[in-house]
Nanobody, 123 residues
Framework: VQLQASGGGLVQAGGSLRLSCAAS????????MGWFRQAPGQERVIVAS????????DYADSVRGRFTISRDNAKNMVYLQMNSLKPEDTAVYYC?????????????????WGQGTQVTVSS
C-alpha cells in the first residue's frame, strides 16, 4: 500500500488548509483511515480518524470543531479540512491506514504510513 499526502503549506493563524491523501490500494474501502501529526521534538499523535465507509469519525479534542476528516472511496482519497488554524497546529501531518474497518486513536493500530506533509501556521 502506498499513501501519498499533500496539501500542506504556510498559512496565517485563522486560515484554512485542505490536506489530501491518495491511496494506491484496491481494498482501500475496507479499512479505516487516520491523520496524525508530529511537531518537532514531540510524539506522533492522532488528529482524526474515519471508518471504512465514512459513517464514523473521531477527533482529537484539540481539533474538534475546527478540522473535518472525510473520504471518497471511489477515488481512494482521504481528506482533512483544517479551519481556524492556530500556531500550535504546526507539524508534519501523516495519513495512515488502520488494521480494521473502524476508527482508532491508537498509533499501534495503524499500518501503511504515508510520507508527511508540512503544515506551518504563523501567528
Amino acid at each position: 500500500v502506498q499513501l501519498q499526502a499533500s496539501g500542506g503549506g504556510l498559512v496565517q493563524a485563522g486560515g484554512s488548509l485542505r490536506l489530501s491523501c491518495a491511496a494506491s490500494l484496491r481494498t482501500f474501502s475496507r479499512y479505516g483511515m487516520g491523520w496524525f501529526r508530529q511537531a518537532p521534538g514531540q510524539e506522533r499523535v492522532i488528529v482524526a480518524s474515519i471508518s471504512y465507509a465514512g459513517g464514523s469519525t473521531d477527533y482529537a479534542d484539540s481539533v474538534r470543531g475546527r478540522f473535518t476528516i472525510s473520504r471518497d472511496n471511489a477515488k481512494n482519497m482521504v481528506y482533512l479540512q483544517m479551519n481556524s488554524l492556530k500556531p500550535e497546529d504546526t507539524a508534519v501531518y501523516y495519513c495512515a491506514r488502520t488494521k480494521t474497518p473502524y476508527t482508532s486513536g491508537r498509533l499501534v493500530e495503524y499500518d501503511n504510513w504515508g510520507q508527511g506533509t508540512q503544515v506551518t501556521v504563523s501567528s
